[in-house]
């Protein structure tokens, strides 16, 4: 524990600032994660009956340690060398639980283990299967250990036969389970099929109890790791893999510290996010790597009303020194961002075969503002799709003339400051797409280079800065792109040599785009103005 604690002195030393508009943002002043303090008292789960042999069922003996532990004041409950079977463990305070090295903690694919409990996800309340491995209410616990926690996730999940090469389809399809009616889709039973085609199942329904969900039981899967309203939590060391949906998730919790921990889910896994951290205050997330089968650290607080609702963002975090493999998003805010989120610190991460790089997402309907983000240091490699997107159409078509009244649900985006960045091959460099009612503002990015097919696209954006940006595009018609855009400052910006075009300026609404230091030359044409956008709206300065 006294490396923990020396690492988290460390990167309050780190003194990096970021300059923009005349500002000055310093990384000298970091948010810090309090640590959870534990007795030495070892509690071995051998003492309490646990059978190491893949077959017996450890869940009572498992269980009977962490309660025996906590009674006694706290300790480690120790999961030694072997492999241990069980059902869900419920964590308690003052209890870390040790998955020692070589130890791999094995839940069990019978489902009817897992009883029905009312739980959340994806921001809303929801019928859920019981968690691998929860707690609710706790102080001081913790997961540490470089051992292996494994969800047997795939019995869990649906999936795709284009997802699959044909063997592995065969093999699936003879394991049991239904296959669609169009023969596109594997599901693991009848039960989860019924969910499936019940309109909003996954939402608490009024006057409804569990019982009223119990036919469609298995379509709930699990999110593997739960913890709720918990303070002083670590999660150290250890592997977690194979997650039926979510992996990690964090919950309304306070000083919470993830550190050099292992995710790793299917490329394929509907739902696998690696980790989810959703409205929690004081967080540190570091030395840690993720391979998931959705988004990979992913900020969040809550959907659209019960989100506002509930009113508590994701503030005060600290990201630095991970690895994001295959995912949905490297880093990720959204799109259940409804309580906001703010004053967020990324550093040093390193993102390969993503869809998107730094990802920020929502939609109408949620409301939320998103604000105080900070960014540095990212390095990233065949990104999919963007390398930075900054969206508020998630998941619903764009409709740039469909403008509705600001109100509490409607989403805001402002004040992210992003600074040394390089990617090596994305579709798109960057793209900000705001909404014609609320347009995305204050985001100032500098010192890039980003090799792509496609170059940067603005969309109902204010207040955007863009200052030493390096654009290495295979198609440059054009190079920048700018619809209803106000108040943009492009300082520096490179580009191919004989670049078809270097600005598109589109909209009626587009206004004081500025330019400088950027040699125009370059390009085979300069500007072009179209849907309402006149030659007034793009100036160029020599300073």
């Avoid at 790793?264 to 993720?290: H, I, K, P, Q």
């Avoid at 109100?407 to 797409?433: H, L, W």
Wanted: charged residues 20%.
């Amino acid at each position: 524990m006294n490396r923990i604690v020396c690492l988290i002195a460390a990167f309050l030393t780190v003194s990096v600032s970021l300059s923009a508009q005349n500002e000055t943002y310093s990384w000298n002043h970091l948010p810090s994660a309090a640590l959870p303090h534990f007795k030495k008292d070892t509690f071995d789960i051998i003492k309490y009956g646990a059978i190491s042999d893949g077959i017996t069922l450890n869940t009572k003996s498992i269980n009977d340690a962490i309660i025996d532990c906590s009674n006694k004041g706290g300790g480690v409950v120790l999961i030694p060398q072997g492999l241990w079977l069980t059902g869900p463990i419920e964590l308690k305070s003052n209890v870390n639980l040790h998955i020692s090295n070589a130890a791999l903690l094995q839940f069990s694919d019978d489902k009817s283990q897992y009883p029905l409990v009312m739980g959340d996800f994806e921001g809303h309340p929801s019928p859920r299967n019981q968690s691998p491995i929860s707690g609710t209410n706790l102080t001081n616990i913790a997961i540490t250990g470089s051992g292996i926690i494994d969800g047997h996730g795939e019995v869990w999940r649906a999936i795709a036969k284009e997802r699959l090469i044909e063997s592995d389809w065969k093999k699936l399809v003879a394991s049991g389970g239904i296959v669609s009616e169009n023969g596109k889709e594997w599901l693991p039973s009848e039960s989860y099929l019924l969910g499936m085609k019940t309109k909003d199942a996954i939402k608490v329904q009024s006057g409804k109890t569990l019982s009223d969900y119990q036919p469609m039981k298995d379509f709930f899967r699990p999110n593997m790791v739960v913890f709720n309203n918990c303070n002083k939590v670590l999660l150290q060391g250890t592997t977690f893999r194979n997650s039926p949906a979510w992996c990690l998730h964090m919950l309304l919790c306070q000083d919470l510290t993830v550190q050099e921990v292992h995710v790793l889910n299917n490329w394929n896994a509907m739902n696998g996010d690696a980790l989810d951290v959703e409205s929690c205050n004081r967080v540190l997330v570091e030395g840690s790597t993720f391979d998931a089968g959705d988004d990979g650290i992913c900020v969040k607080s809550g959907r659209d009303e019960e989100g506002r609702r509930r009113g508590v963002p994701t503030e005060n975090m600290v990201v630095r020194d991970c690895i994001v493999y295959r995912a949905h998003g490297g880093f990720v805010i959204g799109s259940e961002m409804s309580g906001g989120a703010r004053n967020i610190f990324v550093s040093n991460c390193t993102f390969i075969g993503t869809d998107i790089g730094l990802r920020f997402k929502t939609t109408r309907g949620r409301g939320g503002i998103v604000e105080k983000i900070y960014i540095k240091d990212i390095s990233m490699k065949e990104i999919i799709h963007e390398a930075i997107l900054f969206d508020m159409y998630y998941q619903v078509k764009a409709d740039k003339k469909e403008l509705k009244p600001v109100t509490e649900a409607t989403p805001q985006f402002r004040n992210f400051y992003v600074s040394n960045v390089v990617c090596d091959g994305a579709e798109k460099a960057i793209m900000v797409r705001g909404l014609p009612e609320m347009s995305i503002k204050g985001i100032h990015l500098d010192d890039m280079t980003l090799r792509t097919q496609k170059g940067i696209e603005l969309i109902e954006a204010e207040d955007i800065s863009l200052k030493n940006i390096n654009v290495v595009s295979t198609e440059t018609n054009p190079v920048v792109y700018i619809d209803n855009g106000s108040k943009i400052t492009l300082d520096n910006i490179k580009y191919n040599n004989n670049a078809d075009l270097l600005f598109s300026i589109n909209g009626e609404k587009s206004s004081v785009i500025t330019v400088s230091k950027t040699d125009v030359s370059k390009a085979m044409r300069k500007s072009i103005f179209v849907n309402g956008a006149t030659e007034s709206s793009l100036i160029f300065t020599v300073k």
